[in-house]
Every structure is written in structure tokens, then in C-alpha cells.
């Protein structure tokens, strides 16, 4: 194990990045994109424990081998024994774990931004039944000892390589003119696109909910190709998954305010398609329910600001991760679309979108509805 060492100017370095970064967020439709020390502590720690989402082939690089080497000899620390308790008693996995570490401030503080009660709007709930302090106090120490800040000093060579090619697939995107035009965007937004150097191809749409109501996005690209010098590589090929990471969310919370109409739909279609949905870690009615309308957000979005051939491969690629009902619904929400002085927002059509699964729930429950695979 290492022991830190003063480290003060790195320390500062890091926290005057990642104030900067969401001040820069505030204005504009540039997206800023950064390394983001607090997914990359918590990624790791998931990753020692042997969390298959964050220990991918495709997730293996030069820099996972870095972090092996000088995080590994400290595998017998308190906070891997509580991660590897929390992901066996609470399913803390995929998605749960940068939603705690963008709830936290920057190392080495890492407390909690905002108070447990009540609880936090965008704080993922399976940390509810979690001591998450105890969980904090080991991680802060683990920090510490590890000399975890020194460690992101040394390989900012591959972080700056890393946001560069990302920031080129989100430019590409243009994903917040069309957000600010589909979704509506409050004044206070912000918005960060974080490379997930250890997440593979795991990719997550994290996002705060801070107590002055503003919102603060921070979409997590996984890093799964790496070059000859062993930086990672995003291409133009990503940016329908950076359109449908940051439209997590906005479409999530749609489905949620309409949950009690949408939900016996789904419950109907779940056991026709679970398999071939559990196979891509959705293993609830509700988080096919909110792929399912992010999906067709993604094909929306392709259509308005990239070209119909460019929606017509995002609907066949949708289709072909079993969500087959992709095209009906993007065609419904054009229908949304030209209709924004009856239907404002896209919560304000959540009865249409509930009226279309109830109907999609009846053909499901038809003999003739083919199997997913």
C-alpha cells in the first residue's frame, strides 16, 4: 500500500478542476468534458472487487494495469470488504456507482453534497438500506492511503487524451440545442461528458438534483478501445450513445411521473422480452421502460439534427438489442413533437405514451407476437 504523501498542489489542481468544469457548464451549448476523480476512485474500487461491469475485456488497457499495480496491493482495506457487502446486499452495481461518486464533492473531502433526508431526487435508491457513511469514512482513508491523488497527477497524459477524443464525439452529437428543443432546459443546467476510463463499454447517465433546484448532468462514456500509446479512443460511432446517456436524465423522470399508468403495460411485456433484456443488465419492468423511451429519444435526435439515414441505422440498431417496438414509438414522439402548444413538455405526454404500451402490452399478449432474441 502507499502512503501519501502532502500532495497539497495536486490536491488543488483537482479541486480547481472540477469547480471550473460545471462553472464553464452553465453557458453555452459547448459541453465540457473531463476525467472526473470521484467516478474514477469509485470505478476502481468496484473494479478490485471483481464487479464484472467495470472488469470488461474490452475495459482492459494499459491504464487498468496501472491501476492494478499500484492499487491492487491494497486489496485488504476496509472499503473493499464494504463494497463487496453492499453489491451482495443491495445490488449496488452499474449506474449506482457513479450516481453516489457525483453526489460527492472531490477528493479528499468526498462528503456527501446533499443531505440523506429526504432523499436525494437523483442519488440512485439502492443506497437507501446502506450505512453510506461508514462506506465514505473507508473510502476518504482508502484515498489517503493510496495516495489516490497522486496517482491521477501521474497519468494525466491519458486523461487529457481522453477528453480530447470524447469531446470530439460529443461536438458531433449537438445534443444540447436539441435537448434545450425537445426536452426544455432549465437556466440552471449544467452539463459535464466524464470519459469512464474503467467502465469498458459501460456507459451511465448519471445526474444531481442540487437543493436550489438547479440540475447538473454528468454522462459517463465508457472508455472500450484503447490506441498503440494506450490512450483511450472515441469515435463519430458514439455519439448516439452520448445523445442517449444524457437523455437519462430527462426521459427517466418522464417515466416516472406516469409510472402508475405505464407500469401495467409493462409488467405485460417484461416476460416476453426478459431474457434478452436481462442479457443487457434491464432486469425490471420500469428500466425497459426507460431504455425503451431513451431509445426512441436517440432516433429523434438523429433525425433532427444528424439526417433520416442516420435515424434509420439508430432504429435498426434499437431494434436489434430487442427493443422492436423502437420505430412506432419514435414516430409517435415526431407526433410530440409538432404538437408542443397542446403537449408542452414530454411529461405532459405521458398519457399518449401510456396509451401506446397499453396497446403494445395487447399484442404481446397476442400467440402471434414472435419471441425476442
Not at 477528493?107 to 443506497?127: G, I, Q, V
Request: charged share 20%.
Amino acid at each position: 500500500m502507499r502512503v501519501a504523501g502532502s500532495g497539497r498542489a495536486t490536491i488543488a489542481a483537482v479541486l480547481a478542476t472540477l469547480a471550473s468544469l460545471v462553472l464553464a457548464a452553465s453557458g453555452g451549448d459547448a459541453v465540457p468534458v473531463r476525467v472526473d476523480p470521484r467516478v474514477e476512485l469509485l470505478t476502481l474500487v468496484f473494479r478490485l472487487i471483481g464487479a464484472g461491469e467495470y472488469d470488461q475485456p474490452a475495459s482492459k488497457s494499459p491504464y487498468s494495469r496501472e491501476v492494478e499495480l499500484w492499487f491492487g496491493p491494497a486489496r485488504d482495506h476496509e472499503v473493499f470488504r464494504l463494497a463487496r457487502q453492499v453489491r451482495k446486499e443491495h445490488g449496488i452495481s452499474f449506474d449506482a456507482v457513479p450516481s453516489l461518486a457525483v453526489h460527492l464533492t472531490a477528493p479528499p473531502e468526498l462528503a456527501l453534497r446533499l443531505p440523506l433526508e429526504p432523499w436525494p431526487e437523483r442519488l440512485d435508491e439502492r443506497w437507501k438500506l446502506t450505512d453510506l457513511e461508514g462506506f465514505l469514512k473507508a473510502l476518504r482513508s482508502f484515498a489517503e492511503q493510496t495516495a489516490f491523488l497522486e496517482f491521477l497527477e501521474a497519468f494525466q497524459e491519458s486523461h487529457r487524451a481522453a477528453e480530447t477524443s470524447l469531446a470530439a464525439a460529443v461536438e458531433n452529437a449537438r445534443v444540447v440545442p436539441w435537448l434545450r428543443e425537445f426536452f426544455g432546459l432549465d437556466p440552471g443546467t449544467s452539463y459535464v461528458a466524464v470519459p469512464g476510463l474503467l467502465c469498458g463499454p459501460g456507459n451511465y447517465g448519471v445526474s444531481v438534483r442540487l437543493s436550489d433546484g438547479s440540475l447538473e448532468l454528468w454522462p459517463v462514456i465508457g472508455a472500450g478501445v484503447w490506441d498503440a500509446d494506450g490512450h483511450p479512443v472515441y469515435d463519430r460511432g458514439q455519439v448516439g450513445t452520448v445523445v442517449h446517456e444524457f437523455t437519462h436524465a430527462f426521459a427517466n423522470p418522464v417515466v416516472d411521473a406516469n409510472w402508475t399508468a405505464l407500469a401495467p403495460a409493462f409488467e405485460a411485456i417484461f416476460p416476453s422480452v426478459k431474457d434478452v433484456m436481462s442479457r443487457q443488465a434491464y432486469g425490471t419492468p420500469k428500466t425497459v421502460a426507460y431504455e425503451s423511451l431513451v431509445r426512441a429519444c436517440v432516433v429523434r435526435h438523429a433525425a433532427r439534427q444528424i439526417g433520416a439515414e442516420a435515424a434509420a441505422r439508430q432504429q435498426a440498431y434499437e431494434i436489434g438489442r430487442g427493443f422492436a417496438w423502437t420505430g412506432e414509438l419514435a414516430a409517435l414522439l415526431e407526433q410530440y413533437e409538432k404538437q408542443r402548444e397542446t403537449y408542452p413538455t414530454l411529461r405532459d405526454f405521458g398519457p399518449k405514451l401510456a396509451e401506446f404500451f397499453e396497446g403494445l402490452a395487447k399484442r404481446y399478449a397476442s400467440p402471434t407476437v414472435p419471441a425476442q432474441h
